[in-house]
């Protein structure tokens, strides 16, 4: 691909740079709305999604997962075995596929 259509490409995201793209993308679904597979930022406090959806990069579309954080204190053990490192692609691919969000009990 030509570098200026790539820096294009990447131009569409609406998004900190925070955000990346995740590992396996090609198994994250395309956007229905934008077309674009999202890029991801995970944290200790938030999993969240960015795609060419929003109106700028402070103020965009997002879906999210239970944060490693929260989930870390919600386990009894004070472990995070059992965590789903891929809850965040399965709610996104989920959206795509139904245009219905999953709950993701964040747990406040
Ligand atoms: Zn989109």
Same mark, same amino acid.
């Given at each position: 691909m030509p570098v200026i259509?790539?820096?294009?490409?990447?131009?569409?995201?609406k998004c900190i740079d925070d955000f990346k793209f995740p590992k396996g993308l090609k198994?994250?679904?395309k956007c229905p709305n934008c077309g674009l597979r999202?890029?991801?930022w995970v944290?200790?406090? %938030?999993?969240h999604t960015a795609c060419g959806c929003g109106k700028d990069k402070y103020n965009?579309?997002?879906i999210q997962a239970k944060s490693i954080m929260?989930?870390?204190y919600r386990n009894n053990n004070g472990t995070?075995? %059992?965590?789903d490192s891929n809850e965040l692609?399965?709610?996104w691919n989920h959206w795509v596929k139904t245009g219905k969000l999953r709950s993701i009990n964040n747990g406040n």
């Open positions: 259509s790539k820096l294009r490409f990447i131009d569409k995201y198994n994250w679904l999202p890029k991801v944290f200790d406090n %938030g999993r965009h579309f997002s929260s989930y870390y995070i075995d %059992g965590y692609r399965d709610n």
